[in-house]
Nanobody
């Protein structure tokens, strides 16, 4: 079992920045990949970025160059630095952790980009 707690969402103006955090607890040594998905109103959940235990990353094209994921294994935490935010980035952002091909999910944190 893995528990995930997200923080850092909020309201930001276009062009602004936010940093999301996701702290894992429980069976953290079994975690392989971690990452972030997002879901906008009326849309399907989509992958934003993930990072393997070895540090390999996979970004969605829409965020490449603007978002950066990092992983602190000592703290069992992943971070998502989001820069140059756009209104279309508005969504609920969900952290996930993959253990033996099963995904655990956080509760989600709202990110709203609006002037």
């Amino acid at each position: 079992q893995v528990q995930l707690v997200e923080s850092g969402g909020g309201l930001v103006q276009p062009g602004g920045s936010l940093r999301l955090s996701c702290a894992a607890s429980g069976s953290i040594f079994e975690i392989n990949a971690m990452g972030w998905y997002r879901q906008a109103p009326g849309k399907q959940r989509e992958l934003v970025v993930d990072i393997t235990s070895g540090g390999s990353t996979n970004y969605a094209g829409s965020v490449k160059g603007r978002f950066t994921i990092s992983r602190d294994n000592a703290k069992s935490t992943v971070y998502l630095q989001m820069n140059s935010l756009k209104p279309e980035d508005t969504a609920v952002y969900y952290c996930y952790a993959e253990v033996a091909a099963y995904n655990y999910w956080g509760q989600g944190t709202q990110v709203t980009v609006s002037s």
